[in-house]
């Protein structure tokens, strides 16, 4: 599966930004999908993940209750809506894919750069 993120821009602390992420490829709804970030000089870090049913989400607390994320498999896209935006939020951001059930994503996008102004 090949994957397509984009939404990326700039915002004031406070706003808010949706990202997309298009899959092409065949069985996209096999796949849980993630959202990853990662800011200039420092690690990647998980944002989002959701099962390919889209029955179940998980956030890690830094994000949770700001951000939301969400799929339409009819249209092969996956989507993380980022609310109260702050500083900290800036980074590149990344979609991911994995088959259901496996623990390693192994299907990357190029990812596409949310900057948060203060």
């Known amino acids: 599966v090949q994957l397509q993120a984009s939404g990326g821009g700039l915002v004031q602390a406070g706003g808010s930004l949706r990202l997309s992420c298009a899959a092409s490829?065949?069985?996209?709804?096999?796949?849980?999908m993630g959202w990853f970030r990662q800011a200039p000089g420092k690690e990647r870090d998980f944002v989002a993940g959701?099962?390919?049913?889209?029955?179940?989400?998980t956030y890690p607390d830094s994000v949770k209750g700001r951000f939301t994320i969400s799929r339409e498999n009819a249209k092969n896209t996956v989507y993380l809506q980022m609310n109260s935006l702050k500083p900290e939020d800036t980074a590149v951001y990344y979609c991911?894919?994995?088959?259901?059930?496996?623990?390693?994503?192994?299907?990357w996008g190029q990812g596409t750069l949310v900057t948060v102004s203060s």
């Open positions: 991911a894919a994995r088959p259901s059930g496996a623990t390693k994503y192994n299907y």
């Open positions: 959701i099962t390919w049913s889209g029955g179940s989400t």
């Open positions: 490829g065949r069985y996209f709804n096999i796949y849980d």
